[in-house]
């Protein structure tokens, strides 16, 4: 059974790892916006289509009156919970290993 514990353990790692770069990139794009990055730039293009693809769940949530901290703060809670997901999610893949102390 380690075999199954260090395949499940690598599961985990990658699932929180790609998870986490998912974050990362709607950070960054809540960055460009907070900073009002050139829309037509390709990076800021690239983060705003992770952001409409991945984020697109807390579109619009919070309704600030300046729209530029709205989409941050938006982009930042989609962030946070994409980490929390992966976070989780990985957490949930080690308990499953047989045997496992699940000490991640």
Known sequence: M???????????TVVRTVFAVIAAVIVVHAVFVLFEANPGNVLVQF????????GWFTRDLF???????A???NAALAALIWVVA???????IIKLAPGSTARV
């Open 2 to 12: 380690p075999g199954a514990v260090r395949i499940l353990s690598l599961v985990a």
């Open 47 to 54: 983060a705003a289509g992770w952001r409409d693809s991945f």
């Open 63 to 69: 309704t600030p009156s300046d729209p530029e901290v």
């Open 71 to 73: 989409e941050a703060v």
């Open 86 to 92: 992966g976070s989780l999610l990985s957490k949930l």
